[in-house]
């Protein structure tokens, strides 16, 4: 049986049983179409459309594929704990009578147990990536904009592969602190995006972003093709003639390297609005 490699984080939950911080995980917000699949052996787990709401903190799920999931007494002899069927790794509690749903199941999942396969194919799945400073603020207003379907915070431009925030912050490795945009093109356009980046930011800053200064909070678009390089040089130009000095740069986009779990989503998580991003509106269309 394949078994792929954790982290010291992902071994804590799924092999000795630990909980993640409630509001923290990566898919708790996630309503991507997809599906949920072992993180340890890439088993599929539970259907996206099985996934709802229970304000509880965790990914919950009312269902899940059947034959995918094993149950038994948890050590506490009161609650009754879930593992993967394949391979056994520990995924969280399952509850019954809370009368959250009609099936009456909740299966409270943590986050790290799991990866995320989109239903979504590339060809209608736009991505884009954007820096623009600490990638919380920037990731705030991206995440809200209607027809985004996630939003994930990384590095991109840098040499180093697989890079730390600590190795970022070191200023050592050419990283820029990125957002990668994967949004749904029928509902939201790459123009859109790029007009929604420029407000959100002040791209005229070329030391960084507001009070955190250095490279990695420099204003940069990295174009995954012709077509984007295109439209980002468009606005550029527009915002030139309104009278503005554009220090946002143009660069191609290299690999995108994720962030930490505690950076994902975390105004949302903090409950709090960014410190030094603020939308101002720039466009008239």
Same mark, same amino acid.
């Given at each position: 049986?394949?078994?792929? *490699?954790?982290?010291?984080?992902? #071994?804590?939950?799924?092999?000795?049983?630990? !909980?993640?911080?409630?509001? !923290?995980?990566?898919?708790?917000?996630?309503?991507?179409?997809?599906?949920?699949?072992? @993180?340890?052996?890439?088993?599929?787990?539970?259907?996206?459309?099985?996934?709802?709401?229970?304000?509880?903190?965790?990914?919950?799920?009312?269902?899940?594929?059947?034959?995918?999931?094993?149950?038994?007494?948890?050590?506490?002899?009161?609650?009754? #704990?879930?593992?993967?069927? @394949?391979?056994?790794?520990?995924?969280?509690? =399952?509850?019954?009578?809370?009368?959250? !749903?009609? @099936?009456?199941?909740?299966?409270? +999942?943590?986050?790290?147990?799991?990866?995320?396969?989109?239903?979504?194919?590339?060809?209608? !799945?736009?991505?884009?990536?954007?820096?623009?400073?600490?990638?919380?603020?920037?990731?705030?207003?991206?995440?809200?904009?209607?027809?985004?379907?996630?939003? &994930? +915070?990384?590095?991109?431009?840098?040499?180093?592969?697989? *890079?730390?925030? @600590?190795? =970022?912050?070191?200023?050592?490795?050419?990283?820029?602190?990125?957002?990668?945009?994967?949004?749904?093109? #029928?509902?939201?356009?790459?123009?859109?995006? +790029?007009?929604?980046?420029?407000?959100?930011?002040?791209?005229?800053? &070329?030391?960084?972003?507001?009070?955190?200064?250095?490279?990695?909070?420099?204003?940069?678009?990295?174009?995954?093709?012709?077509?984007?390089?295109?439209? =980002?040089?468009?606005?550029?130009?527009?915002?030139?003639?309104?009278?503005?000095?554009?220090?946002?740069?143009?660069?191609?986009?290299?690999?995108?390297? =994720?962030?930490?779990?505690?950076?994902?989503?975390?105004?949302?998580?903090?409950?709090? &609005?960014?410190?030094?991003?603020?939308?101002?509106?720039?466009?008239?269309?």
């Amino acid at each position: 049986m394949q078994h792929y *490699p954790l982290t010291p984080e992902e #071994e804590a939950i799924i092999l000795h049983k630990g !909980t993640e911080r409630p509001f !923290t995980g990566k898919y708790l917000n996630n309503k991507e179409e997809g599906t949920y699949v072992c @993180k340890r052996c890439g088993a599929p787990l539970y259907h996206s459309h099985d996934k709802f709401d229970s304000g509880c903190g965790w990914p919950s799920f009312d269902d899940e594929i059947e034959g995918a999931i094993r149950k038994q007494t948890d050590a506490d002899g009161r609650r009754t #704990e879930i593992l993967c069927a @394949k391979c056994g790794a520990h995924l969280g509690h =399952v509850f019954t009578g809370e009368q959250l !749903t009609p @099936k009456n199941t909740r299966h409270c +999942v943590n986050s790290l147990s799991m990866s995320f396969v989109p239903a979504r194919t590339t060809a209608d !799945t736009g991505i884009a990536y954007f820096a623009g400073g600490c990638f919380w603020g920037t990731e705030y207003y991206f995440a809200q904009a209607p027809g985004v379907l996630s939003t &994930t +915070v990384g590095y991109m431009g840098g040499h180093k592969p697989s *890079p730390t925030y @600590k190795d =970022v912050c070191s200023g050592m490795t050419g990283h820029y602190e990125t957002n990668e945009i994967k949004y749904d093109p #029928e509902k939201i356009s790459y123009s859109d995006l +790029v007009k929604l980046f420029f407000e959100i930011h002040d791209f005229t800053q &070329t030391d960084g972003q507001g009070p955190d200064i250095g490279q990695q909070y420099l204003s940069v678009i990295f174009y995954q093709n012709e077509a984007q390089k295109i439209i =980002v040089e468009k606005y550029m130009n527009e915002l030139t003639g309104k009278g503005f000095s554009v220090a946002t740069r143009l660069l191609p986009a290299t690999t995108f390297w =994720v962030a930490e779990d505690y950076h994902q989503d975390y105004y949302q998580k903090k409950g709090s &609005t960014p410190y030094c991003h603020v939308r101002r509106h720039i466009f008239n269309d």
